[in-house]
């Protein structure tokens, strides 16, 4: 089992900035990859961010590219999400993802609001 806890969401203006931060406990040593997934209210949950544990490859969203970075500390088993430049539609609950060969783990969610 693989537990996630994510922190630092909150509220900004538009035009503002706000780090996510995951940090990953348990069997984290079967972790393929990590990444971020967000909700807003009544849309599907859909894929932001991710970076692999071996290759240290980053993918993004084409709506997030080149205003979010994602990046990670391995000895905290943590991955962060840097983001900048908000706009009112980044407006979600950002979910931490990790992935297993076969299972997939997801943290609780941390609400990001941004104002316009």
């Known amino acids: 089992q693989v537990q996630l806890v994510e922190s630092g969401g909150g509220l900004v203006q538009a035009g503002g900035s706000l780090r996510l931060s995951c940090a990953a406990s348990?069997?984290?040593?079967?972790?393929?990859?990590m990444g971020w997934f967000r909700q807003a209210p009544g849309k599907e949950r859909e894929f932001v961010a991710r970076?692999?544990?071996?290759?240290?490859?980053?993918y993004y969203a084409d709506s997030v590219k080149g205003r979010f970075t994602i990046s990670r500390d391995n000895a905290k088993n943590t991955v962060y999400l840097q983001m900048n430049s908000l706009k009112p539609e980044d407006t979600a609950v950002y979910y931490c993802?990790?992935?297993?060969?076969?299972?997939?783990?997801w943290g609780q969610g941390t609400q990001v609001t941004v104002s316009s």
């Open positions: 348990g069997r984290t040593f079967s972790m393929r990859d």
């Open positions: 993802n990790a992935r297993e060969i076969g299972r997939n783990y």
């Open positions: 970076i692999t544990w071996s290759s240290n490859s980053l």
